[in-house]
Nanobody, 120 residues
């Protein structure tokens, strides 16, 4: 019904930048909150950033000032610009969206994850 496709992950060196993209498709009437979570090996999944439809943002303290979340409602997409990457940013990153479908059901959907690895 609703699918999320993530892209942009990869291997970079500390201090470099990476941009993640997530595009939603399917029976979408409205995209509400959109966000990014990450999960490092052996650790709990944590919120990285969140953005409302109106553009209000929330960031984890560990990434504030380095990461920027944005969205393009016309493209049903959310992005995460990651600058000054650190080895501790290494994780699988998941996008998530709250979708109101064309049948007026509202549910949360998750992408399959994209690996970000930052080497020292």
């Amino acid at each position: 019904q609703v699918q999320l496709v993530e892209s942009g992950g990869g291997l970079v060196q500390a201090g470099e930048s990476l941009r993640l993209s997530c595009a939603a498709s399917g029976s979408i009437f409205r995209l509400n909150n959109m966000g990014w979570y990450r999960q490092a090996t052996g650790k709990q999944r944590e919120l990285v950033a969140d953005i409302t439809r109106g553009g209000s943002t929330t960031y984890a303290d560990s990434v504030k000032g380095r990461f920027t979340i944005s969205r393009d409602n016309a493209k049903n997409s959310v992005y995460l610009q990651m600058n000054s990457l650190k080895p501790e940013d290494t994780a699988v990153y998941y996008c998530t969206v709250r979708v109101t479908t064309t049948t007026y059901r509202t549910s949360d959907y998750w992408g399959q994850g994209t690996q970000v690895t930052v080497s020292s």
